[in-house]
C-alpha cells in the first residue's frame, strides 16, 4: 500500500505530461505537426461541388449532365396521334407539343429522340417514374396518381373541361329538370380514356357518375353515338374540334363546357431530376408565345 501511495504522484505528472503533448499536437507542437496533419486533411477531403463536369468544360448538375453527356434527350410519347399536339405528318411528328420538346432539346445543346412505344397516357408517364426516359410531353394533365411518382413541369396550355351528351339518352336521364342541375349531379354512365388523366377527373368531379372506361377516343365517340354511354367527358378542345369537323353530329350529340374547371398539361419530369424540372419550368415560362386552346383551335381551323 506504501508502494503504491508512492507512485500516485509519479502517474498523476506522466498523465499532465501526455496532456499536454496532445495539445501541443493539437495546437501545432514541435516539428510543424499541426501542418503535416492540416495537410494529409486538407488531403483526404473530397470535392463538395455536386456538379459534374461535361466534355466541353462546363460544370452542370448530375441530371442535366446525363442528357449532355449522352448527347441526346429521349421524351416518352403517346403511340397514339392527338393533333394539334403530335401527329405525323407527311412521316414528319408535328404539333404544339413536339415544337416545346425540340425547344428543350435545342436549349440543352443535344439531340432530340421520342420513345413511342406506349399505348395509354399513364404509361408515357410511367416511362419517366421509371427512368427509361427523360422527360414526357404527351398532352398530359396532372392527376394526384401521377404526382405521387413525378414532377409536374408549371402548365404550359390549359384546356377546360367538356362533355359530349347523347340527346336522347341525356333526355331520358333529366326528365323535367334543367341541364345545370342534371350535369352538376350527373348520375349516368360517363364515359372516359382509359389509362388518362379523365379517368380521375370523372371520378372527382363527378362522384355519383357510373364511369365506363374506353380504349381511344373515337371507340368513345361511336359510344356517345349510339347510346351506349350518356356522355363522355374530355377537353373542351377535343370535343370543339370534333363538332366542327363533323357538324352533323349536332343532330345526336351536343356539348357541355365548364368555365370552372380546367385541365393543365404539363411536362413530366423523374422524381430525382430537380434542376431538370427548373430548366423546363423557366424554358416554358420565358417562351415569347404562350399557346392556348383558343389560338391552337383557330391555327387548325
Same mark, same amino acid.
Given at each position: ?136 410531353? +404527351? ?138 424540372? +427548373? ?15 383558343? +389560338? ?6
Amino acid at each position: 500500500m506504501n508502494r503504491l501511495r508512492q507512485l500516485l504522484p509519479l502517474l498523476a505528472a506522466l498523465c499532465l505530461g501526455l496532456s499536454a503533448c496532445g495539445g501541443a499536437w493539437a495546437q501545432g507542437g514541435p516539428g510543424g505537426q499541426k501542418t503535416r496533419a492540416a495537410g494529409a486533411d486538407a488531403a483526404a477531403e473530397p470535392d463538395r461541388s455536386p456538379l459534374v463536369k461535361v466534355a466541353d468544360g462546363r460544370m452542370l448538375a448530375p441530371d442535366i449532365a446525363r442528357i449532355v453527356n449522352r448527347g441526346e434527350l429521349v421524351v416518352s410519347q403517346l403511340a397514339t396521334d392527338n393533333p394539334p399536339f403530335f401527329s405525323v405528318k407527311n412521316g414528319e411528328l408535328v404539333g404544339t407539343d413536339i415544337d416545346l420538346a425540340k425547344l428543350i432539346a435545342s436549349e440543352l445543346g443535344v439531340k432530340l429522340r421520342f420513345d413511342r412505344n406506349y399505348k395509354t397516357f399513364d404509361s408515357v408517364v410511367e416511362a419517366v417514374a421509371q427512368g427509361k426516359v427523360d422527360i414526357a410531353v +404527351s398532352r398530359l394533365g396532372r392527376t394526384l396518381k401521377r404526382a405521387q411518382m413525378v414532377h409536374f413541369s408549371i402548365s404550359y396550355i390549359k384546356l377546360g373541361h367538356a362533355m359530349l351528351i347523347n340527346r336522347m339518352r341525356f333526355a331520358q336521364l333529366a326528365g323535367d329538370r334543367p341541364l345545370p342541375q342534371v350535369v352538376r349531379d350527373y348520375t349516368g354512365t360517363l364515359g372516359v380514356l382509359a389509362g388518362s388523366s379523365w379517368e380521375e377527373f370523372g371520378r372527382r368531379n363527378f362522384p355519383k357518375a357510373k364511369l365506363v372506361k374506353y380504349p381511344t377516343w373515337p371507340d368513345l365517340i361511336e359510344a356517345a353515338k349510339k347510346g351506349e354511354v350518356t356522355a363522355v367527358y374530355r377537353d373542351e378542345m377535343e370535343v370543339v374540334q370534333l363538332m366542327r369537323e363533323e357538324p352533323g353530329l349536332a343532330l345526336t350529340l351536343r356539348t357541355v363546357t365548364f368555365s370552372d374547371l380546367e385541365a393543365p398539361l404539363s411536362v413530366i419530369v423523374g422524381i430525382r431530376d430537380l434542376t431538370l424540372l +427548373s430548366f423546363v419550368n423557366e424554358l416554358i415560362a420565358q417562351r415569347a408565345v404562350q399557346p392556348t386552346a383558343d +389560338s391552337v383551335l383557330r391555327a387548325l381551323k
